[in-house]
Structure formats: C-alpha cells, structure tokens
C-alpha cells in the first residue's frame, strides 16, 4: 500500500494564479482531511470530509474550496493564491468514525505564494 | 471539548539521556489519545496511541507513554535518546464530541538531542 500520497511536493504560485493540490489514499478509508502547518502554528484543519461526495469546513476555509467525488481522493484548489497561503500542506485519512482510529499523513506539499 | 496541551516548545537533551515529552488532555469522557512524530520536511507519523486497558503504552523506536487519568496526562518517555530521535512531537486527543471524527493536536515540542 502507498497510503496517503500528495501531489505535487513542491509548488511555487503567483499572488491570483489558482491551483488544486491532490490527495489520494488507498487504504478504502471514509473520512479525509486538510491541514496547513506553519511555523509556531502547528496544524490548523481546513476543510474535511466524512465520505464520498461530502465535504465541511474546518478552522481556517477561508479561500479554499475541496472536492471529493471519489472515495479515494480529496482535492484542496485555491482559487486566487494570496501570500498568507503560503504554507506546508498536508492530507490526511481515517478509517472512520471510531474514536480509536488513527489519522494517517501524506508527506505534504510545500507551496510558496509570491 | 477535548483539548491537549504540550508543555514546552523545544526540548533539548544529550544523546543517552532521557526523554520525556509533557502532554496534558482535557476531555469529558474516557479519552483516546495519540502522540505523533514529524521528521524534517515530511508528514507525521504515529508513533503511539491509547485506547483502553493498558495504561503504559509502547510505541516505535523506543518510545513509551502513560496515560495518568488522575494526572489527565499523557507524557512521552524514551530511556535513552539518540541523534535520530530529533523531530517535532505532537500529543494529540480524539474529538468525540464531533460527527466529523477530528483529531485535535497540541501545538508540538521540537525535541533536540545534543551530541
């Protein structure tokens, strides 16, 4: 199993260009999430998802939208870039409801806005 | 709610020495609790976790911790640290009072390990 996988790793953007970063798992697991990580910050959830077709906000959605049209992915798009975007991102998954289960974490994607 | 709270953003120790990483929950019910590791530029990963039973928890690379429920702690111990044990920590405790299943992370602890 690849587990939770992220693409791409790295991305530099122009402040209004617009991008989708995607998040993919193989492990058939129902709930998936976005963070971002920034420094003294730790991690911040920005949007989620408890299944196929579902999505809620997080913490922090401003400027972020989320897709997730397939069990096994979950698509994060930034519509016009900003430099407050500029972040490390991370997706994550989980088996389902139960309080036990784990998140697992794809390795991040480093996006710097200028 | 649940809540964490780590105790310490950087902790710096030498190598052979002890670990011990402070974690404190808050929660209304009986807690689920995770630590997670994140090395330098990649995602984290589960080091640890409690459910039920066992209350001395053992995890990867050496690690352990014990959930102290009079104590509402959760701290994170290794007996001897190595240069390979230099990464961010972070506690982290199950939202049960959310449909959405979250995990709610404490802020971290860069643990440093001198030579």
């Known amino acids: 199993n690849a587990g939770v996988t992220q693409t791409p790793k790295f991305r530099v953007l122009k402040t209004g260009q617009s991008m989708t970063l995607l998040c993919a798992q193989d492990m058939n697991h129902e709930y998936m999430y976005w963070y971002r990580q920034d420094p003294g910050m730790g991690l911040r959830l920005i949007h989620y998802?408890?299944?196929?077709?579902?999505?809620a906000k997080g913490e922090v959605p401003d400027g972020y939208n989320v897709s997730r049209l397939k069990k096994q992915n979950f698509l994060l798009g930034l519509e016009s870039a900003a430099p407050s975007q500029t972040s490390v991102y991370f997706c994550a998954s989980r088996r389902g409801q139960g309080g036990s289960y784990e998140q697992y974490f794809g390795p991040g994607t480093r996006l710097t806005v200028t | 709610a649940q809540s964490v709270t780590q105790l310490g953003s950087h902790v710096s120790v030498s190598e052979g020495a002890l670990v011990l990483l402070r974690c404190n929950y808050s929660?209304?019910?009986?807690?689920?609790l995770f630590w997670y590791v994140q090395y330098p530029n990649q995602g984290l990963q589960l080091l640890l976790k409690?459910?039920?039973?066992?209350?001395l928890v053992k995890g990867i690379n050496g690690f352990e911790a014990e959930f102290k429920k009079s104590e509402t702690s959760f701290h994170l111990t290794k007996p001897s640290a190595h240069m390979s044990d230099a990464a961010e920590y972070f506690c982290?405790?199950?939202?049960?009072?959310?449909?959405?299943?979250?995990?709610?992370f404490g802020s971290g602890t860069r643990l440093s390990i001198r030579p």
């Open positions: 929660s209304s019910v009986p807690p689920y």
């Open positions: 982290a405790v199950s939202d049960l009072t959310s449909s959405a299943s979250k995990i709610i």
């Open positions: 409690y459910t039920t039973g066992a209350t």
């Open positions: 998802s408890v299944g196929e077709g579902t999505t």
